[in-house]
């Protein structure tokens, strides 16, 4: 490459820069805020919040593990405690979607096995067609014919009337 004749048109730049000296004794103002920041409002808030997650590690609670405890049914209750049937109501329905998610579940579990064994679901689903069976005749036997407004005594009085039914099929069997 031939010798540039003017140079001094083409000026390199020095290699180091000096550092720019400063003009004032004061502080960086904005380090000055950054630094009482820290001290008045993140420490204490972190101190806080770490204090609390040290109290909360101490004794989880786990609200999806909630566990309610069983009330008297609705043939316990006295006439005219009407906490009582109230309570008993809504342990009837927590009881009733226990017993259809249980459904759900069951029959999941059967279109799952279904889909994975293809053409020989007869024989290697069987064991899951007779719990689909047995849980769906146990939920149909207690809920079945009660309806969307059924409720605890419908459905206690359809108990009784099942219990009445068997012990007069019994006595005539047994004659």
Known sequence: ?????EWEAYKV???RTPEGERITSFPNPVAVLQTVFSYVVDRPVTFVREWIERQQA?????????????VPDVSECLEGDYVCFFEAEA???RD?????EIVEIMRERLGAC???EGPNEF???AKEMEQLAQVTKAYQERYGDLGVHGNAKTCLMKQKHRMMEERKA????SQ
């Open 114 to 116: 279904k889909q994975r």
């Open 91 to 93: 342990q009837w329905r």
């Open 58 to 70: 101490k004794n989880k609670y786990y609200y999806y593990h909630q566990k309610f405890r069983r």
């Open 13 to 15: 730049p020095p290699t």
């Open 123 to 125: 024989q290697n689903c």
């Open 170 to 173: 019994q006595a005539s069997a």
């Open 96 to 100: 009733r979607m226990v017993d259809q």
């Open 1 to 5: 490459m031939p010798e540039d004749p």
